[in-house]
């Protein structure tokens, strides 16, 4: 069997294993996009809400409704959707350096945090002003062998007082389960008995819109991520935000701003109309990524590759981990997926270091808006056990198209020869 026709019996078969739970996803862009289109109508969105004021951005309108709409799809007292973050770890950093004074005591229940926070921690680097250096005092719970929260080992950690606990939704770059909802009230519950004035912080990033509610409305005090994710429906040029408790959402913007000005100085540069546009479109986008994710999972699977999550499995996130064992293979799988790209595809991704990172990375991430993880694309940082991060996806098409290729190039390669 030629490894063309190998490979497309393989998507066909996937494809056909994974049409229930592309059922489920779809099936839920409607609630979605009924949530999003209330907060539209509650707050009486127009065409004058797209423009925007130059200078210092004083009273921006399409700014502040704005950021209103997206408090409410994001059942949080206040939000503030801002260009200006750079990134979703640009937001995270903001939200970390506006709440936490010197002496505080931040600590991690969810493991170590994603690579990008480790130096704004104090992890790792020095001299560019950590937490760290501004006597933030940073602990962290270790996860159990399941890649799970140790209950037992938080509630020892919770006997110190403690300003935030930081709670990461997403695997990241880690092989565990990304935190269900449910799982990060239930969490929050047990932090409040413990110690009633911590702040709960939410890293956000990748799991907006996937399920039925967000951190905030289970409780959580404060959450952040990134537009060129799940929220920014693919259309976001750039932009992060926060929402949760309105003084926490203050206190974060006096850090993007300054003291004073908060959430006041801004321009929107014109973009309005990008950010309300992309909110509406991002619930059939998280749904398409979501599909995307199931059948990367459902042909590694397959091919006796470890996955998480498996396919068909509960989703927190958009993120799709498949454990390939080695580098060859991540830069085989890589390349294919470039090469399908719409942008760059004549491009061939290597290995290289990152701002931000501890690992050099291999990325194929041949997207309109670059970084964009809303769109199809992966990466994954050189290192043992050489694990493959895939996320986004417009359409479902895009990914069967990428894998096809990747799957051609796994056969030519010797490493997985066809049937």
Known sequence: ???????????????????????????????????????????????????SVSGYGHGDQGREVLDRVFARVLQAEAAAVRLQFVSGTHAIAAALFGV??????????????????????????????????????????????????????????????TRMVLIQRSCGYSWRPSLPVAEIGDLVERIRERQPGCVVFVDNCYGELVQELEPTAVGADLIAGSLIKNLGGTLAPTGGYVAGRADLVEMACCRLTAPGIGAEGGTSFDLNRLLFQGLFLAPQMVAEALICSELVAQVFSDLGFA??????????????????????????????FQ???????YLDPVPAPMPGYAS????????????????????????????????????????????????????????CPPD
């Open 307 to 336: 996955t998480h999550p498996r396919p068909g499995a509960e989703r927190s996130d958009v993120i799709q981990a498949v454990r390939l064992g080695s580098p060859e293979l991540l830069k085989t799988v890589c390349r294919a």
């Open 100 to 161: 936490l004074r010197p002496g505080d005591r931040l600590l991690s229940i969810t493991g170590r945090p994603y690579d990008t926070l480790e130096e704004v921690i104090g992890l790792r680097g020095t001299g560019q002003g950590s937490l760290a250096e501004f006597g933030i005092v940073y602990d962290e719970v270790a996860l159990d062998p399941r890649g799970r929260v140790d209950r037992g080992a938080v509630e020892e950690a919770l006997a110190a007082p």
């Open 1 to 51: 069997m030629t490894p063309a026709r190998w490979a497309a019996e393989r998507l066909e078969a996937a494809a056909a294993r994974i049409a229930a739970a592309a059922e489920r996803h779809t099936a839920l862009v409607q609630p979605r996009l009924q949530r999003v289109l209330e907060a539209l109508a509650a707050e009486r969105v127009g065409v004058h809400h797209f423009a």
């Open 360 to 415: 050099a990375l291999v990325m194929a991430g041949g997207t309109f808006i670059d970084g964009s993880t809303s769109e199809f694309s992966a990466d994954a940082p050189l290192r043992e056990p050489y694990v493959l991060y895939a996320q986004g996806g417009t359409h479902r098409a895009h990914a069967r198209l990428a894998l096809e290729k990747a799957l051609v190039a796994l056969a030519e390669s010797g490493a």
């Open 339 to 345: 090469a399908c790209s719409p942008v760059g595809s």
